[in-house]
């Protein structure tokens, strides 16, 4: 469990909103959980890391790199930061919270500022996009551009992370670090018991609609494809009360439009054999990455493997380590299965 901690908190600490994701790149180039394996980037930015394996159709494991964010859109006369990027956050999450801008001498820390009120009667209409700058600290523009800050750099949330009770976090970017980090864990559990080869893929521009997804070329036909990635329970018609306690419970296999009904009752045996905790939803949606590389693989079996998640999309999220942990052993159990792709493949 705490190797897991501590791979999240050094992934979320990483930036990397949509095209920007090249920190994370570099530490998956690296990355010792992967050891041994091939590793190169695509034209597109997405990262591959190939494991070693028996000769057969690769396993595909994909979470992409990227995290909601910002980039800066100009500096004004008065030394704040106007940005763009953020119209489809809940913009309440917003004020006065602490934001990086990741310049090229390394980030510099700023603060929210969206028209807050501290007088009776407060009016929120002016809580808006358009009201929304980073404060640097200076008063003009002369300073900020003296602190590196640039047109274009990108801007994320505060890094801090924290441990709740029990195995619970608290922290930014966990869509989709998380999945990164429980596909690098099924490498490091299944190295020298592997029956089947795994093919992670990092990829990039998620959150903007799959872009990375869209231009992939897969370098050999795989055997299947899973994506990692995160949810809330409201996804699932949760009600409120309800939503919050789907973490900890094991990772979720979303039974969406795009399920394979053969991957489904091959995690569930798998599951079920090495008593690994999971969650069985059924789902009208679908994940973009999960669509476009079902397409881009000739429709071979797909799947959405999903890690619980409260209230994603915003300056910080909740996500329990367990639900990590317990996903990294099912991919692992996958990978040690002979017959999954044979299993996996009847519908």
């Given at each position: 469990m705490e190797t897991v901690v501590e791979l999240l908190r050094t992934l979320t600490a990483l930036?990397?909103?949509?095209g920007r994701e090249e920190k994370v790149v570099d530490f998956l180039m690296k990355c010792g959980e992967a050891e041994p394996a091939k590793r190169w980037t695509d034209a597109s930015g997405n990262a591959w890391v190939l494991g070693?394996?028996?000769d057969v159709p690769p396993v595909v494991f994909c979470a992409h790199m990227d995290e909601v964010g910002f980039r800066v859109k100009r500096i004004e006369a008065d030394g704040r930061l106007s940005v763009v990027g953020h119209e489809r956050l809940d913009l309440r999450t917003l004020a006065s919270e602490v934001v990086q801008v990741w310049t090229e001498g390394g980030p510099v820390d700023a603060f929210v500022y969206m028209g807050q009120?501290?007088?009776?009667?407060?009016?929120?209409?002016?809580?808006v996009p358009d009201t929304l700058r980073l404060d640097l600290g200076v008063c003009d523009r002369a300073s900020a551009e003296a602190l590196g800050v640039g047109t274009g750099d990108p801007?994320?949330?505060d890094p801090g992370f924290r441990r709740l009770a029990g195995s619970v976090l608290c922290a930014k970017a966990f869509d989709d670090r998380s999945g990164l980090a429980a596909i690098l864990k099924a490498l490091a559990f299944s190295r020298g018991k592997r029956k089947q080869r795994?093919?992670?893929l990092g990829s990039v521009q998620e959150e903007i609609g799959g872009h990375g997804a869209g231009a992939v070329e897969f370098p050999e036909k795989p055997g299947a494809v899973i994506i990692v990635d995160i949810c809330g329970g409201e996804v699932y018609g949760l009600p409120e009360p309800d939503r919050r306690p789907i973490l900890g419970r094991g990772p979720i296999l979303h039974?969406?439009?795009?399920a394979s009904r053969g991957l489904i009752r091959r995690f569930e045996t798998l599951a079920s054999e090495r008593e690994i905790p999971v969650q069985h939803f059924a789902a009208a949606g679908r994940g973009a990455d999960l669509s476009v590389l079902q397409k881009k693989s000739g429709g071979l079996p797909a799947?959405?493997?999903?890690?619980?998640?409260?209230?994603?999309?915003?300056p910080r999220g909740l996500i329990d380590a367990s639900d990590v942990l317990n996903a990294g052993r099912l991919l692992a159990a996958a990978l040690e299965d002979e017959t999954f792709l044979e299993r996996a493949t009847k519908f």
């Open positions: 930036p990397g909103i949509p070693e394996g028996p009120q501290t007088n009776m009667p407060r009016d929120y209409a002016s809580m801007v994320v949330f795994p093919l992670l039974d969406g439009p795009t799947l959405g493997i999903i890690l619980p998640m409260a209230f994603y999309h915003g």
